[in-house]
């Protein structure tokens, strides 16, 4: 599936593996939005993408304590992301479907 603002972003993503592991989606409460902009006024009024991500899913933790299936936030490219460990490496939306990012790249996980 190709990216899609507020459809296959790495929000999104991230939410809808959530749910599917737990059965809620930790993003139901989050304004819907379906352009760059609207994304980021939504992780600027959530104070960055790690204290967005923090408040929808509790305090993360070091990389190192990551498993597969935990939520992972990653730089790539100079941006910040969300992503999904996947053992030794993370997935995440890209242009033209997943994208697979080595876990060096993690700073922080949330444990799912």
Request: net charge negative.
């Amino acid at each position: 599936m190709p990216f899609a603002w507020g459809a296959n972003d790495c929000c999104s993503f991230a939410a809808a593996a959530v749910e599917c592991i737990t059965g809620a989606n930790p993003m139901s409460s989050v304004e819907a939005y379906d352009n760059p902009l609207a994304a980021a006024r939504l992780i600027d009024a959530g104070g960055g993408l790690h204290a967005l991500a923090s408040s929808l899913l509790g305090e993360s933790v070091l990389p190192l304590m990551a498993a597969v299936g935990d939520v992972v936030l990653l730089v790539n490219e100079g941006r910040e992301l969300l992503g999904l460990c996947n053992g030794t490496n993370a997935i995440a939306p890209g242009r033209d479907g997943l994208a697979v990012l080595d876990m060096s790249a993690a700073s922080a996980v949330w444990k799912i």
